[in-house]
């Protein structure tokens, strides 16, 4: 199974700007595709963006031209630079990951809370 670690949130002003990072561990061979979502208070979680591994990447409508996501292979590690923050951005931030052709829905490490104040 894979570990999932995100960290680097925090509590930024509006216009402000975040690096969150998410590490995979254990068994990562076959990982193709990395993702991060959001959940806000009250509502359901929600993708931001992903990252097909050598193929492309995908946004939310959004937080696209704000928000991008890159990954660094040698060390299982998936980031997000978050950029120009609202607070219509506040969330716990979570990833995930796509194990050949299967994302782990039923394995999500424990988030980092953004929390953009106006």
């Known amino acids: 199974q894979v570990q999932l670690v995100e960290s680097g949130g925090g509590l930024v002003q509006a216009g402000g700007s975040l690096r969150l990072s998410c590490v995979a561990s254990?068994?990562?061979?076959?990982?193709?595709?990395m993702a991060w979502y959001r959940q806000a208070p009250g509502k359901q979680r929600e993708l931001v963006a992903s990252i097909t591994f050598g193929v492309s990447t995908n946004y939310a409508d959004s937080v696209k031209g704000r928000f991008t996501i890159s990954r660094d292979s040698a060390k299982n590690t998936v980031y997000l630079q978050m950029n120009s923050l609202n607070p219509e951005d506040s969330a716990v931030y979570y990833c995930?990951?796509?194990?050949?052709?299967?994302?782990?829905?039923?394995?999500w490490g424990q988030g980092t809370q953004v929390t953009v104040s106006s």
């Open positions: 254990g068994d990562t061979f076959g990982i193709n595709a």
């Open positions: 995930n990951v796509r194990v050949r052709t299967k994302w782990q829905s039923d394995n």
